[in-house]
């Protein structure tokens, strides 16, 4: 079992810059694919990043198209968290940010991912 706890949202003006954090306990990161999600009211949970992981313990970083090159996802295994460093904010990336892992599977997937935080609130202002 896997508990996730996001930390980070907050109220920040368009252009500024969040970085979430997510934290584990009950089991180690390193073996996880870690995504972020996000969903806005009224809408679908959507798939925002992710970070993969192989038996040889090569990671990689995907993104959503509209956050590519804006948001960057990293892991710290030796703390057992993983972020999402969000900079030039735009006020369509206001949601809740959810944190999920899972051990194999689509990345993008919602279905695919077993565990998930509570989620952060975060809400840019124009």
């Known amino acids: 079992q896997v508990q996730l706890v996001e930390s980070g949202g907050g109220l920040v003006q368009a252009g500024g810059s969040l970085r979430l954090s997510c934290t584990a306990s009950?089991?180690?990161?390193?073996?996880?694919?870690v995504g972020w999600f996000r969903q806005a009211p009224g809408k679908e949970r959507d798939f925002v990043a992710a970070?993969?992981?192989?038996?040889?313990?090569?990671?990689?970083?995907y993104y959503e198209d509209s956050v590519r090159g804006r948001f960057t996802i990293s892991r710290d295994n030796a703390k057992n968290a993983v972020h999402l460093q969000m900079n030039s904010l735009k006020p369509e990336d206001t949601a809740v940010y959810y944190c999920?892992?899972?051990?194999?599977?689509?990345?993008?997937?919602?279905?695919?991912?077993?565990?998930w935080g509570q989620g952060t609130q975060v809400t840019v202002s124009s």
């Open positions: 970070t993969t992981w192989n038996a040889g313990h090569i990671y990689y970083a």
């Open positions: 009950g089991r180690t990161f390193s073996n996880y694919h």
């Open positions: 999920a892992a899972n051990s194999m599977g689509d990345y993008q997937n919602v279905k695919a991912y077993p565990y």
